[in-house]
């Protein structure tokens, strides 16, 4: 059976949801602050994969306006 997440946990699909939806600078910045999720191929690999989409498209979306 899953172990249960402790109270102040934030479950991993929370934090990857909120960074697919604009927040991919601030969970880089906070991986590398904290040093946490640096062994999770999916925060280590996923996160600066998500933030150079992000970067890329608000500057296409420069460019277009």
Do not use: C, D, N, Y
Not at 41 to 50: D, Q
Request: aromatic share 6%; glycine share 10%.
């Amino acid at each position: 059976a899953p172990r249960p997440l402790p109270p102040q946990a934030i479950p991993e699909r929370v934090l990857l949801s909120w960074a697919a939806a604009g927040g991919a600078l601030g969970g880089v910045l906070a991986i590398q602050l904290f040093r946490h999720k640096t062994l999770h191929r999916h925060f280590s690999v996923g996160m600066p994969v998500m933030l150079a989409v992000q970067l890329l498209l608000g500057a296409a979306v420069q460019l277009w306006l």
